[in-house]
């Protein structure tokens, strides 16, 4: 599997992003995909993630109740709708998948590039 993060871009504060990861290989309803982000000088973060075959969504309590992780089966496909954003979410966002849910990076595989969010306050 391959992943490829988009969507990123700037935006100001208060503002929203929808940012996409796209799967070329087949995701078994048992992978977990994940969200997470680094910031300059700082470690990669998880953010969110989903449980494929059931839809259940998992969240970093920083962002809970402003960013919704969801899926598109027919598309193969992660998003991450993120809103009222904050300087404080600017990073370097990269999509993961695991077979158990986990919020260590370690833990996840497959890795693409990420995509750059950047809030000007």
């Known amino acids: 599997v391959q992943l490829q993060a988009s969507g990123g871009g700037l935006v100001q504060s208060g503002g929203s992003l929808r940012l996409s990861c796209a799967a070329s290989?087949?995701?078994?309803?048992?992978?977990?995909m994940g969200w997470f982000r680094q910031a300059p000088g700082k470690e990669r973060e998880f953010v969110a993630a989903?449980?494929?075959?059931?839809?259940?969504?998992y969240y970093a309590d920083s962002v809970k109740g402003r960013f919704t992780i969801s899926k598109d089966g027919a598309k193969n496909t992660v998003n991450l709708q993120m809103n009222s954003l904050t300087p404080e979410d600017t990073a370097v966002y990269y999509c993961?998948?695991?077979?158990?849910?986990?919020?260590?990076?370690?833990?996840?595989?497959?890795w693409g590039q990420g995509t750059l969010v950047t809030v000007s306050s």
């Open positions: 989903i449980r494929w075959g059931v839809g259940r969504t």
């Open positions: 290989g087949r995701i078994f309803s048992s992978s977990i």
């Open positions: 993961g998948k695991t077979t158990s849910y986990s919020t260590h990076q370690t833990d996840y595989g497959f």
